[in-house]
């Protein structure tokens, strides 16, 4: 039996009125409603937070790290991601925020945007290689590596192997901190302060390397409002602000083709529209295409369901903090190409949930099961009967986890043709 995978998104069974709207959301059809309560399928889920997004009962939830668990390092360094500067509309420099994580208990704040902008200088030196599959793909988004993973087994080979710029930023702040105070890496705890749960997953259950560097994920909204009272007196020294432009632009959808600049690129957010995309990449027809970057959430990372602001307004807080230099540059010097760890150790894996049976021939049954199965199904998709389509429901009915008679549908027509047959037997008696 394979192991238990961490997930982020959890549901509280107590909050679930067994509504369909996450049934109908989930981009690899994960969730189930079964006795009037939702179940998530522990081996199809890839932490997208789609489900926390769409519940009007707050029934899902993410699991995050709470900002006292910094007190179990002699050091600490906050890690915000560059969506969290689009928060606030009155921010005048991203020193403001830096500054404010400090008053908060932090020792220190280094900005992920400069984890960013190495890892775009990174994806560069990769795409020079004329031997990588085309388009390739953008590895930063977590989800969008597990979708693939769960629905795109073709294009692993395609994720480009380099690590998400909270791990390198993590790596560099450890060691640039224990340098400077003389410190023990090991006393050192960096806290990724995250816009959404697939990114506190990629940190205790990683892709492409065996441990993380990042030693907690603290979610936008468990620190928004404290931030926000530090904010006021925060001072703005543009001295300590590291990142380029570039960098800081990661946050929005888009921002990581501006910085990698291939040729011939593409952004697309938002889930639905990344499967389609990826489709279109499967079937190559997207021939040409360069380099694709692909994010979970609409509007990239400052749409993330952890977020407080609402995603237009930082999208737009974003562009004007990244938009200070006309003609920006990533700064990064070729030997922090060797000086830290930035690719993958590990090859990524296809997610086989979706296979039907380990047994090819029996996997092979279950597939002409599944199809006479579906023709006799209304295809009305209404997910009544608990599963999201009717697809679905007839691979659960196979699986053993549904039986036809789940099908409100079919229920009423065996309700007609047992009310006739009773009607048949009473006029037989009678006669």
Not at 188 to 197: H, M, R
Request: include cysteine; aromatic fraction near 6%; glycine fraction near 8%.
């Amino acid at each position: 039996m394979s192991q238990k995978r961490f997930h982020s998104v959890r549901l509280e069974a107590d909050k679930c009125r067994g509504c369909t709207n996450c049934l109908k959301r989930c981009p690899t059809e994960a969730i189930r409603v079964r006795g009037g309560r939702a179940h998530i399928i522990d081996e199809r889920c890839i932490d997208c937070g789609e489900c926390i997004r769409v519940c009007d009962y707050h029934a899902k939830v993410a699991v995050t790290d709470p900002l006292s668990s910094i007190s179990n390092f002699k050091y600490r360094i906050a890690l915000p991601a560059p969506s969290l500067y689009g928060q606030f509309n009155d921010l005048k420099g991203i020193s403001q925020i830096l500054n404010g994580l400090k008053h908060m208990g932090f020792d220190d704040a280094f900005e992920v945007a400069r984890g960013a902008d190495v890892v775009s200088r990174a994806i560069r030196e990769r795409l020079k290689n004329p031997d990588l599959p085309r388009p390739v793909i953008s590895s930063a988004c977590p989800a969008i590596v597990r979708l693939i993973q769960v629905r795109f087994p073709d294009l692993l080979d395609h994720i480009v192997d380099v690590r998400q710029p909270m791990e390198v930023a993590a790596m560099i702040a450890r060691r640039e901190f224990a340098r400077s105070h003389g410190a023990d890496e090991k006393d050192v705890g960096c806290f990724f302060i995250t816009p959404c749960p697939a990114k506190v997953t990629a940190i205790r259950s990683p892709i492409g390397h065996r441990k993380s560097a990042v030693d907690g994920a603290i979610s936008v909204l468990e620190i928004y409002g404290l931030l926000s009272s530090q904010l006021r007196n925060a001072p703005i020294d543009i001295g300590i602000e590291t990142a380029s432009d570039l960098g800081v632009g990661w946050a929005r959808s888009g921002g990581e083709c501006n910085a990698v600049s291939p040729d011939n690129s593409m952004a697309v957010d938002g889930i639905e529209n990344c499967i389609h995309v990826l489709e279109e990449i499967e079937d190559n027809r997207l021939r040409g295409l360069e380099f694709f970057e692909g994010a979970a959430c609409t509007g990239g990372c400052v749409g993330g369901p952890l977020n407080f602001e609402n995603n237009y307004v930082a999208r737009s807080n974003v562009r004007r903090l990244a938009s200070r230099d006309p003609n920006p540059d990533l700064n990064v010097d070729s030997g922090m190409m060797t000086k830290y760890d930035l690719y993958y150790s590990e090859v990524i894996r296809p997610n086989a949930a979706m296979k039907l049976d380990d047994d090819l021939m029996e996997a092979m049954r279950k597939m002409d099961q599944i199809e006479k199965i579906y023709s006799e199904l209304p295809g009305y998709d209404c997910g009544s009967c608990g599963s999201p389509t009717c697809r679905t429901f007839a691979e659960d009915i196979v699986q053993g986890a549904a039986t036809k008679m789940d099908c409100i549908h079919k229920m009423k027509e065996q309700l007609r043709v047992m009310a006739q047959q009773m009607v048949d037997l009473a006029q037989t008696t009678r006669e």
